[in-house]
């Protein structure tokens, strides 16, 4: 009955251990040299990333600017060395990125809102905080002033700061000053005494 049963279970019976055989230790596993630092390829991102991964790899970052389409503003066009080529510890990574060009801001002081705001886009330019302050020169509704100033030159794109004029300033309350002349008379013993009239 058992030699039936461990025929359907396929029973085999432990393996005697092997005696007098040493286990061969694996062998080390040699490893390859590290191959030199290589200059990762950055062309096309943009300036800020560019600048992080060379200054993470220990470069010096230089950047020149080229004018360029709207579409590569901010974007690195060219780098020096190229992508692939082994680097330095404390070399130089130049970055050629691309530049937006610069626009003069348009001299809206005294204009309405509506036609200020339509200049400066037509210069290029966005628009970034609105204020208001009272104006004695300038009508309610009005540019009073610009930041960047008018004649400023800056990259196309850049925000310009405006503020309104909003009325005129209160009038400052009068004051009726007592003029009232003062005499004074010496009295014997030196001092004076204040008359008023």
Excluded: N
Excluded at 17 to 24: F, L, Y
Excluded at 156 to 173: C, E, H, N
């Amino acid at each position: 009955m058992w030699r039936s049963l461990g025929t359907v279970l396929r029973v085999r019976p432990p393996e005697p251990a092997d005696e007098g055989i040493e286990a061969v230790p694996p062998q080390a596993v040699v490893a390859a040299p590290p191959s030199p630092e290589l200059v990762p390829d950055v062309v096309g991102l943009p300036v800020g990333d560019a600048r992080r991964i060379g200054r993470m790899l220990g470069q010096r970052v230089y950047v020149i600017e080229q004018a360029v389409a709207d579409t590569l503003w901010g974007r690195v066009l060219e780098q020096e060395p190229a992508a692939g080529r082994p680097f330095e510890p404390d070399g130089l990574l130049v970055l050629t990125v691309g530049a937006r060009p610069h626009v003069t801001v348009p001299d809206v002081r005294g204009r309405a809102e509506d036609d200020a705001l339509s200049l400066l886009q037509q210069a290029g330019l966005g628009t970034a905080r609105r204020a208001t302050r009272r104006s004695d020169r300038v009508p309610e509704g009005h540019v009073v002033r610009t930041r960047p100033r008018a004649g400023a030159e800056v990259p196309v794109g850049s925000l310009v700061s405006y503020v309104i004029a909003a009325g005129l300033r209160p009038a400052q309350p009068s004051r009726e000053l007592d003029r009232r002349r003062v005499r004074a008379t010496r009295l014997p013993d030196g001092s004076f005494q204040r008359d008023e009239d």
